[in-house]
Structure formats: structure tokens, C-alpha cells
């Protein structure tokens, strides 16, 4: 997921989808940012990992239900 957010805001920036000021929010002028900055990549990276943290939480019947379904496909596989 990292990759394709990368992939995204690489291209989003080319084509001039948007921009990112050159300064931290345009404000702070000391902390310079690139565009697209690279730490944009792992916050979005953060925030899968946590809504697939939350939702095994939260939906754990159709989780299971899910993981069941995947061994039982891969032993007809094999």
C-alpha cells in the first residue's frame, strides 16, 4: 500500500493535481518540505493498517468467516 500511495502522489504532483507548500503548512519556515513530501506516504500507510486493526476488532465473526473461506481456496489449490 506504501508503494501505490508513493506511486499516487508522485503522479498527483506531475500532473499539478495538487501541490505541497515548500514550508511546513506554509507557515513555519525553518522546516522545508519536498513535494510530495515523503512522509505522506507512511501516514496513509498508517492509517490502513489501523482501519484493518480496527475492523478485525470490530468485525471479528466476518473476519474469521474471511480467513476460513482463503484455507479452504487454497487447499483446493494444492
Known amino acids: 500500500m506504501y508503494f501505490a500511495i ?4 508522485l503522479i498527483g504532483t506531475y500532473y499539478e493535481c495538487w501541490f505541497w507548500p515548500p514550508t511546513w ?3 513555519v519556515d525553518f522546516i522545508t518540505s519536498a513535494n510530495p513530501p515523503s512522509g505522506i506516504s ?8 489501523g ?7 470490530r468485525h471479528k465473526t466476518a473476519w474469521s468467516r474471511m480467513k476460513s473461506i ?3 481456496r487454497q487447499e483446493k489449490v494444492a
Not at 6 to 9: G, I, M
Not at 43 to 49: P, Q, S
Request: proline share 0%; net charge positive.
Open 25 to 27: 503548512f506554509g507557515k
Open 42 to 49: 507512511f501516514f496513509y500507510f498508517g492509517l490502513d493498517l
Open 6 to 9: 508513493a506511486c499516487l502522489e
Open 51 to 57: 482501519c484493518l486493526f480496527f475492523y478485525k476488532l
Open 70 to 72: 482463503r484455507k479452504i
